[in-house]
């Protein structure tokens, strides 16, 4: 095994979904300008009901200006702000959410709970180290290169390697995956499925100037993934030692089945896509049509807005898709033109720069009966826009219509535009493998509809 690289693993141990873990136990104070609270108890992160760090304890001792407070003072603590402080190591700033006095014959005391908010990074994050460690939540399961690990003394197809010109990123699989999945999907939540490593090319790292390639970095697997998820808990490493911890919240979904595009048991092509996506990143009006277009996606994708919400959120991004890659980009039709052009010919304008038909897939058959039942509609594309619009419209006319289409039809119309909008940002990244079509009858595998399949070999 000592030519096979070592898997990275969290330094977080998560068995089961939604495990909340011990940050600190002991004293430790809260403070503002006026008050000082020392506690006895704990600082933990959970997970539920919201992610983020909670301190809990009881209130040993209590000051205002020198003075002793009164319980009954400390009850109305709740919603104010205070600095979290161990001696001086400083945990953020954090708000209490509830006081409770204990009267009961066994103890009495009172009890404080709150959460901490930004600045959520202990240690001190001005140091400069040579890494930085993370995990990432709730991410579907990707099946990359060999690594060995001493957990279980197996190998495992669990890394995913990205590179880029300024940094070198590594994802590790955890070695116990399909049981923590397993967990995830029996009891919902958040449960820790990746570990990963960040190093810069030249130089060293630190929280601040690493926060950009995080950002795009929580974009791309997001894309990868079909639902938000986000790298969480980063380490800054020196010689091997933890110099500090950011505990930051991030925008990730709680668990939640959804179809993603990315092949199953390869990682062919990532690490290209990956250049693309972080080339593109680096320009401040690309980087806000990448947010935004896989904003549109994934909410489409998880059916935010339920069916028909979701129909609307897709072609939001479809249209974005036109603007900023037909006319912006490409520049293939300019000026008034590329204003007045129907929504449907948008969208087979996209459809054409991906050699895609614009006629229905063949495992969508309401929605085909649609088309042929209805005079008014030529094609898929058609078909999706004339859903949109009974949707969005109230009058008495479209109501009607949109009741009377079958709910099969118009699932089978979301399908489609978000296979749409999968295609179209494959097709800007220049990928050119294979990848899950959501349209075809067995969730195949295939090569994207702009490659040549002739000449593969």
Known sequence: MKDTPSNIESSIAMSEANTPFEIHKGEFYLKNKDIEIKVKGSISFKWIPSLGQYFSGEVITKSNNNNILSWEIVEELTGKEFKVINKDLKYGRGIVIDTTINKGSNHEGTFIKGKIHKPNVVGDKSITVEKMFFSIPNLREIHGSVVKSYTNRRFLMARLELENDDYIITIDKCPNYKAKLKSLKDNGGYIILYSGELKRRKGPVNLENTEDIFHCLNAFITFLNGRRTATVFLQGI?????????????????????????????????????????????????????????????????????????????????????????????????????????????????????????????????????????????????AIVQIRNAIVHSQEEKRRKIIAIHPHAKHEALELSIWYIEMALLRILNYDGKYMNRCSIENNEEYVPWVDKVNIV
Do not use: C
Not at 270 to 295: A, C, G, M, P, Y
Not at 297 to 325: C, D, H, K, V
Not at 359 to 372: M, V, Y
């Open 238 to 382: 020196y010689e091997d030692d933890v110099k500090w911890i950011d505990y930051s919240n991030k925008i990730i979904d709680p668990y939640k089945h959804v179809h993603s595009w990315p092949q199953k048991y390869s990682t062919n092509g990532l690490n290209e896509l990956w250049q693309r996506f972080s080339s593109l990143w680096k320009n401040t009006d690309d980087k806000n049509f990448l947010e935004t277009v896989i904003h549109w996606y994934i909410e489409a994708n998880s059916n935010s807005g339920f069916t028909e919400g979701s129909i609307i959120m897709a072609q939001t991004a479809l249209e974005l898709l036109y603007n900023w890659w037909i006319v912006e980009d490409k520049k293939l039709i300019i000026g008034e033109d590329a204003k007045k052009m129907s929504a449907s010919n948008k969208i087979r304008l996209l459809l054409s720069q991906l050699n895609i038909s614009h006629l229905a897939p063949d495992r969508f058959t309401e929605l085909q009966e649609l088309i042929d039942n209805d005079i008014n509609i030529i094609d898929a594309p058609d």
